[in-house]
């Protein structure tokens, strides 16, 4: 009986050792995906901010390009409706 005992028990610390371990595996699969996560919001919140830069000098540079076409499609419509007066005189 000693022997079933000890196989008993010999069976029950190697079971608590494979629980132990498969713990210990679980924590650093659970951590690495939690880095994995981190890592991937900030490269999203990074990419966002690069856009969002993009964007403002976006608007600098065209915004004034912008008024000038309006501008000048003001002039040009004025020059079209001044000839076209002068013309029917």
Do not use: C
Not at 24 to 37: A, T
Not at 78 to 83: C, N, P, V
């Amino acid at each position: 009986m000693t022997n079933d005992n000890d196989m008993s028990e010999s069976l029950e610390h190697k079971l608590d050792e494979l629980k132990n371990a498969n713990k210990i595996e679980f924590e650093r699969v659970r951590e690495d995906i939690k880095k994995l996560g981190d890592g991937y919001e900030d490269g999203l919140r990074q990419i966002s901010k690069q856009i969002q830069d993009l964007d403002e000098r976006w608007a600098e540079k065209w915004t004034p390009h912008d008024l000038v076409l309006k501008n000048h499609g003001k002039r040009i419509t004025a020059l079209e409706q001044k000839g076209s007066s002068n013309s029917s005189a």
